[in-house]
């Protein structure tokens, strides 16, 4: 069995970035006609496109959730590049609910926030994410979190399902003795010297650092499962702050190139039913959705969807004390019927399906 798993034919609710909000995930399933146990009486069945955690207030209930209804056939799920930090033992912004040595530094921004009762829920968190695939396929339709690359998809069907962990850590080292072979590691220290400041911190614009633009760049080349999860990725101009660190190199619009005729649904890129007050993502979020509505599909062929409408930045209006901001959503795509379902009842077409 492949990490790139078969999908099963019939209606789907394909459920964006979760993001640890439980109660928006609750309200949108109870939309869609989910009962508690992920039945749905026209025998619709859940997908959804990993990120189920950090940041939000309750990552442990949305992956219990979604264990228990993968684990009963309920639902399917594949790994988004949040599941494959946690599952790598690899802090990130937003990862304290997990992660001790982030919880104090986490806290500012995102408490309070739900950690794991004791060893075993930890346990049963690690295992699930281990076993989750990478993409999952049929004839009319293709779902991965980040890009659906051809080369990459091609290595990836080769590793065997529950081998994420060994083969990512795998690629990353490959790229490591590159970077060690050619220097890179040694100029990147030097930049950190130059740079003393921490690159998650705000205040501090650092100048752009070459060697931490290359190093990023290549683990891209060299690890399939990145460029899956994360997406392409090009050397930008001017660092930006982004998912809670400085950046060096920015998303690529890889649905440009894309000219199969499955269709491909995809989480991970942040889109917005409303223009932000600030971009998350910098320049790179106008080259991405910029000239794309907020509902429509992407590429040359219209056949490409990003289902993730931000409702992991819910945090920001959480921490100003707002009611709950629009600007960050929870949405379902409804295939065949290519609809959005929205956490709160909304249930919108999608539009420039088929170019």
């Given at each position: 069995?492949?990490l790139?798993?078969?999908l099963?034919?019939g209606?789907?609710?394909?459920?964006?970035d979760?993001?640890?909000?439980?109660?928006?995930?609750?309200?949108l399933l109870a939309?869609?006609g989910?009962?508690?146990?992920?039945?749905?009486?026209?025998q619709?069945?859940?997908v959804f496109?990993?990120?189920?955690?950090d940041?939000?207030p309750d990552?442990p209930?949305?992956?219990?959730?979604a264990?228990?209804?993968?684990?009963?056939g309920?639902?399917?799920?594949v790994?988004?590049n949040h599941?494959?930090?946690l599952?790598?033992?690899?802090?990130?912004?937003?990862?304290g609910?997990?992660?001790?040595?982030?919880?104090?530094?986490?806290?500012?921004?995102?408490?309070?926030?739900?950690?794991?009762?004791?060893?075993?829920?930890?346990?049963?968190?690690?295992?699930?994410?281990a076993?989750?695939?990478?993409?999952l396929?049929?004839?009319?339709l293709?779902?991965?979190h980040?890009?659906?690359?051809e080369?990459?998809?091609?290595?990836?069907?080769?590793?065997?399902?529950?081998?994420?962990?060994?083969?990512?850590d795998?690629?990353?080292a490959v790229?490591?003795?590159?970077?060690?072979?050619?220097?890179?590691?040694?100029?990147?220290a030097?930049e950190?010297?130059?740079?003393?400041?921490?690159?998650?911190?705000?205040?501090?614009?650092?100048?752009?650092?070459p060697?931490h633009?290359e190093?990023e760049?290549n683990k891209?080349?060299f690890?399939?499962?990145k460029?899956?999860?994360?997406g392409?990725?090009?050397?930008?101009?001017?660092?930006?702050?982004a998912?809670?660190?400085?950046?060096?190199?920015?998303?690529m619009?890889?649905?440009?190139?894309?000219h199969?005729?499955?269709?491909?649904?995809?989480?991970?890129?942040?889109?917005?039913?409303?223009?932000?007050?600030v971009p998350?993502?910098?320049k790179?979020?106008e080259?991405?959705?910029?000239?794309t509505p907020?509902?429509?599909?992407?590429?040359?062929r219209?056949?490409v969807?990003?289902v993730d409408y931000s409702?992991?930045?819910?945090?920001?209006?959480r921490?100003?004390?707002e009611?709950?901001d629009?600007?960050?959503?929870?949405a379902?795509?409804?295939?065949?019927?290519r609809t959005l379902?929205?956490?709160d009842g909304?249930?919108?077409?999608?539009q420039?399906?088929?170019?």
């Amino acid at each position: 069995m492949s990490l790139i798993q078969p999908l099963p034919s019939g209606p789907l609710d394909i459920v964006g970035d979760v993001h640890g909000e439980y109660d928006a995930l609750l309200s949108l399933l109870a939309q869609l006609g989910y009962d508690q146990e992920g039945r749905h009486p026209a025998q619709r069945q859940l997908v959804f496109v990993g990120d189920f955690c950090d940041r939000g207030p309750d990552s442990p209930a949305v992956l219990a959730l979604a264990r228990r209804l993968v684990q009963g056939g309920r639902a399917l799920a594949v790994a988004g590049n949040h599941e494959i930090n946690l599952l790598r033992e690899d802090p990130k912004d937003g990862s304290g609910w997990f992660f001790d040595s982030r919880t104090a530094s986490d806290q500012p921004k995102y408490a309070p926030f739900a950690q794991p009762q004791d060893e075993a829920e930890r346990q049963a968190i690690t295992e699930f994410a281990a076993g989750l695939p990478v993409a999952l396929e049929r004839e009319d339709l293709r779902i991965v979190h980040a890009a659906w690359v051809e080369p990459q998809i091609r290595a990836v069907r080769a590793m065997p399902l529950g081998s994420l962990r060994a083969q990512y850590d795998h690629w990353e080292a490959v790229a490591e003795t590159q970077a060690g072979a050619g220097e890179l590691r040694a100029r990147r220290a030097a930049e950190a010297l130059a740079w003393p400041h921490s690159l998650e911190d705000a205040r501090e614009r650092p100048p752009f650092l070459p060697a931490h633009s290359e190093s990023e760049l290549n683990k891209a080349v060299f690890n399939p499962l990145k460029v899956l999860t994360t997406g392409l990725e090009r050397r930008c101009t001017e660092p930006f702050y982004a998912g809670g660190k400085w950046r060096f190199v920015e998303r690529m619009a890889w649905w440009n190139d894309y000219h199969d005729a499955p269709a491909v649904v995809i989480g991970h890129y942040w889109r917005r039913l409303h223009p932000p007050r600030v971009p998350v993502h910098g320049k790179q979020e106008e080259n991405l959705f910029g000239q794309t509505p907020p509902l429509s599909w992407h590429g040359p062929r219209g056949n490409v969807f990003c289902v993730d409408y931000s409702v992991g930045g819910r945090w920001v209006a959480r921490l100003a004390g707002e009611a709950r901001d629009e600007r960050f959503n929870l949405a379902a795509l409804r295939w065949p019927e290519r609809t959005l379902m929205f956490e709160d009842g909304r249930e919108v077409p999608t539009q420039d399906f088929g170019g």
